[in-house]
């Protein structure tokens, strides 16, 4: 089943989504909103233009983010959480020299480089599933990619139940607006302690068995969700965020290569595949 999904996925002319090949625009802006999620953790929000904007509002949408003063070696990857009308909001976390130079910065003048879509592996099951039953489980900052998830799949009536983790950034900040949207919320101190345990009961659940997973987080965690659903005998596609190492974005420099169960290398930062197909 996942190489028939991954053949439907793959351009037929090697143009990801469309006939055209996507225009990125860099545009400059500035920091409207810069609030303290947790240490080291910022929610940023700034304005873009309505065309970017409205591309920035789909499944697994992320952009390019850096200083203007700065070459384009610093720009790094950073998922977006919400778009509301020009008003794009992500959260970053100073994890090194890219993340830490722009969130220290005091001028708030940023470049945004964008719309890139593939954040989210499995993300044409996400667009695609209605009237579904989906477990998603998020932990740390797996929480800003799994709010426009959840808001994707909630709009195509289907029952989303979360389980979140505060992750190694130590706190939940996506509960509410997950609730507002209709989501049941589970929360745990620790995915790796209680989450497991809480999953694999409802995994095991005949009547609450789901037909799409999403696991929002580090490979780590999706890794733990797939053994989860092994375990349980629950053989359902898996979707999964993106974390490949990230260079150009544009497919050319190789940097998030990976290889797959079947032989095929492939660029994570343009083609879709199921993350249980990729090889440690
Ligand atoms: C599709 C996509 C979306 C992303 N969205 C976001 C986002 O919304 N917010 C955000 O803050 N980051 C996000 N990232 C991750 C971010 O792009 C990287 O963390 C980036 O490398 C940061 O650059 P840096 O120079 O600050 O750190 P680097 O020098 O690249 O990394 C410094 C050290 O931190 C480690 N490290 C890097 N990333 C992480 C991590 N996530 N958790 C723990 N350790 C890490 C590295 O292994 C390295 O040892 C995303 C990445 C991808 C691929
Ligand atoms: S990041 Fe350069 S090829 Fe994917």
Redesign the pocket.
């Known amino acids: 089943m996942c190489i028939l999904y991954e053949r439907k996925w793959q351009p037929k002319n090697g143009v990801w989504r469309g006939e055209k090949p996507p225009q990125r625009i860099e545009v400059e802006s500035k920091i409207l909103r810069r609030e303290l999620l947790a240490e080291n953790?910022y929610l940023l929000e700034f304005a873009v233009g309505a065309d970017l904007a409205a591309e920035l509002g789909k499944t697994g949408a992320?952009v390019f983010l850096r200083l203007p003063e700065d070459p384009q070696y610093f720009h790094?990857?950073?998922?977006v959480?919400k778009v509301g009308g020009a008003a794009v909001q992500?959260?970053?976390?100073?994890?090194?020299?890219?993340?830490?130079r722009l969130l220290e910065s005091a001028a708030g003048e940023i470049l945004v480089r964008g719309p890139?879509f593939?954040?989210v592996l499995g993300q044409p099951w996400i667009d695609n599933i209605t009237c579904g039953t989906i477990f998603l489980i998020a932990g740390g900052?797996g929480q800003?990619?799994a709010l426009p998830i959840a808001a994707r799949l909630a709009a195509n009536n289907n029952r989303v139940t979360a389980l979140l983790a505060p992750g190694?950034i130590g706190r939940i900040f996506i509960d509410r607006d997950l609730e507002d949207l209709g989501v049941t919320v589970h929360k745990v101190e620790s995915l790796r302690r209680k989450g497991t345990d809480l999953l694999a009961a409802w995994l095991a659940d005949g009547e609450t068995r789901p037909d799409l997973v999403v696991s929002a987080g580090?490979d780590e965690q999706h890794h733990g969700v797939i053994a989860a659903m092994q375990a349980a005998g629950v053989n359902v596609p898996m979707a999964a965020?993106?974390?490949?190492?990230?260079c150009c974005g544009e497919g050319i420099c190789g940097s998030c290569e990976r290889e797959t169960s079947d032989d095929r290398r492939i660029r994570l930062c343009k083609v879709q595949t199921d993350f249980s197909q990729l090889l440690p």
């Open positions: 953790t992320f790094f990857p950073v998922g959480m992500v959260v970053v976390e100073a994890v090194g020299p890219k993340s830490c890139y593939n954040g900052m800003p990619p190694k580090p965020t993106n974390n490949a190492t990230l």
